[in-house]
């Protein structure tokens, strides 16, 4: 159901020489989001009853909790991994979900919101303020990430990381010194 061959631009995958069950994945982070120009590695893990059962996901952290699916310890809490409850169309579908779809619910333009009951927040002020506040923390850590990367590249894409962060250098910098209070820059 995953073809290495025909992926969307900015995801790699590499499927283990030893394991054919297992692939690492890594995701650039989408345009317009705290995400952005950063990159996200993950391992799959395809179960033998894949894909009537979703695959376990595990997410390369560094220690940090860049979203509320993602976890320290590299959990990826989400319904539709059967890692956390949901309804319908939320959960695992072997006729309809794959494992792309990780990155249209993770890394989107507003994850406060991914956050258990804070969706009950979209319109009003405080949650507005609260997105904002959140998207802010998360490019401190972005940028952490990215330098986490840069230090421990992901075995399988050593040379796709160092010239990902070498090509975007500039772009990344300035839209961190946008960012930064006038007194920090």
Known sequence: RLAVRSLPPGIHVKVSEERMDLLRAIIHGPTKTPYEDGLYAFDILLSPDYPTVPPSVFFFSFGDRLNPNLYTDGKVCL???????????????????????????????????????????????????????????????????????????????????????????????????????????
């Open 79 to 185: 319904s539709l991994l059967g890692t956390w409850d949901g309804e319908g169309v939320e959960k695992w579908n072997a006729e309809t979900s794959n494992v792309l779809q990780v990155l249209g619910l993770v890394l989107v333009p507003e994850p406060y919101y991914n956050e258990a009951g804070y969706d009950k927040q979209i319109g009003t002020l405080e949650g507005k303020h609260n997105s904002q506040e959140y998207n802010e923390s998360a490019l401190l850590l972005v940028l952490k990430h990215m330098l986490n990367m840069l230090r421990a590249p992901v075995p399988s894409f050593e040379g796709l990381i160092k010239s990902h962060f070498k090509e975007r250098r500039d772009r990344i910098l300035s839209r961190w010194l946008l960012v930064l209070p006038p007194s920090a820059s």
